[in-house]
C-alpha cells in the first residue's frame, strides 16, 4: 500500500478547498439560480451556527470513536491507526486537512448537490459516502462504518438545512479533527506496518 505523504495530501487538500468550493458554486449559480452569498452565508445567528455545529460534530465524532474502538472493528482501525501513523501528521496539518475538507466538502455536497431536484438530504449523503470508499461489499466491518457515515452526513445536511452552512461546516471539522487525533495518538500494533482491511 502506497501512503500518501504530505506534500501531496496538502496538494489534494487545496484542491479539496478550491476545487469542490468551485464546483458547488457553479451548481449553486447555474443550476439551482440562486444567490451564492445568501446560501454560503445565510441561515440562522454564526453563534447559533457555530453551537449547533459544535454540539452536533462532537456527539457523532463521540459515537464514531466508541463504534471503531470496538473489538469487532479492530482491522478497520488498525488499518487507518498504521496510516496515520506513517503519515504521522502535525497538529498543524490535521487542523489544515480537516478545515479544506470541511469547507469545501460542505459547500459542494450540502450546499451545491443536496438542493438539487430530486436529490435531499439522503441521497447526497449516500453519494458523499461511496465517493469515500466506505461502502465495500467484500468488507462488512467499514461498510457498516460506511452506512454510519450515512446518518453523521445526513445530519450535517439537516445542519445545513435549519440553521445554515456554517453549522455544517463547523460539525464536519470538529468530526475530522476528532478522528484524526484519535487515530494519530493511538496506540501503534505490536506487529507494526499497515494492514489490509
Not at 17 to 39: F, P, W
Not at 129 to 134: A, D, E, M, Q, R
Request: glycine share 10%.
Amino acid at each position: 500500500m502506497v501512503v500518501p505523504d504530505k506534500k501531496r495530501l496538502q496538494y489534494f487538500s487545496w484542491l479539496t478547498l478550491l476545487g469542490m468550493s468551485a464546483i458547488g458554486i457553479l451548481l449553486i449559480s447555474y443550476l439551482q439560480k440562486r444567490d451564492v452569498q445568501t446560501v454560503l452565508l445565510g441561515g440562522k445567528p454564526y453563534y447559533a451556527q457555530v453551537l449547533s455545529g459544535l454540539f452536533f460534530g462532537s456527539l457523532s465524532a463521540l459515537l464514531a470513536i466508541l463504534l471503531i474502538r470496538g473489538k469487532k472493528f479492530k482491522g478497520v482501525r488498525s488499518f487507518f491507526e498504521n496510516l496515520m501513523h506513517e503519515l504521522n501528521p502535525s497538529v498543524f496539518n490535521i487542523l489544515f486537512y480537516s478545515f479544506c475538507a470541511s469547507v469545501g466538502e460542505e459547500v459542494l455536497f450540502r450546499a451545491g448537490i443536496q438542493p438539487l431536484p430530486y436529490i435531499g438530504i439522503w441521497p447526497a449523503s449516500v453519494l458523499f459516502v461511496l465517493l469515500h470508499g466506505y461502502i465495500n461489499p467484500s468488507n462488512i466491518r467499514l461498510s457498516i462504518y460506511g452506512f454510519f457515515l450515512i446518518v453523521i452526513c445526513s445530519g450535517f445536511g439537516y445542519l445545513f438545512k435549519f440553521f445554515g452552512l456554517t453549522s455544517s461546516i463547523v460539525a464536519h471539522f470538529v468530526y475530522d479533527v476528532a478522528m484524526f487525533s484519535m487515530l494519530k495518538y493511538a496506540h501503534r500494533p505490536a506487529n507494526g506496518g499497515a494492514k489490509a482491511i
